[in-house]
């Protein structure tokens, strides 16, 4: 008898973290950001030996909890999303060389829409992202330094 209630408790806890995981899955899927482009022309494409950088507000002020995402420059497939930490910094890991978009978006600001070319090279330059209100002639823009 205890073997078969181990055996039926154990089977209830594997269906249950896994329908857990695959509920977060889900909410994860339906929380990823969307490709946005507000840009009114194209700048041409920051080169960059890594997508590591910085957010800023238009006072130069790092800002925090800035949605971050890496676009594909081919069809715009989402590879991966992270939020600028308390100093407006942020990276990513191991991207490899090739044309790619950085999108940064939060609520009330333009979201900025960064064309890079990632390649090797000696200068390393980190991607400076500048928030700006809606409203005003150019949206928010990057820039290598």
Not at 82 to 102: C, E, I, L, P, T
Request: hydrophobic letters at 45%; one cysteine or more; proline letters at 4%.
């Amino acid at each position: 008898m205890t073997i078969k209630k181990t055996f039926l408790t154990t089977f209830w806890l594997v269906f249950l973290c896994a329908a857990t995981t695959a509920a977060v899955a889900q909410a994860a899927l339906a929380t990823a950001p969307p490709y946005v482009d507000e840009n009114q022309t194209d700048p041409a494409p920051l080169k960059l030996n890594a997508v590591v950088g910085r957010v800023r507000g238009l006072g130069g002020d790092g800002m925090s909890r800035v949605t971050v995402s890496l676009f594909t420059e081919d069809g715009h497939a989402l590879i991966a999303t992270v939020m600028s930490d308390k100093d407006g910094k942020f990276h990513f890991n191991k991207v490899d060389k090739g044309f790619y978009r950085v999108v940064a978006q939060i609520a009330g600001l333009c979201t900025a829409n960064i064309p890079i070319k990632v390649e090797p090279s000696l200068l390393h330059r980190k991607l400076e992202i500048t928030m700006q209100a809606k409203d005003l002639d150019q949206c928010s823009y990057g820039m290598a330094k």
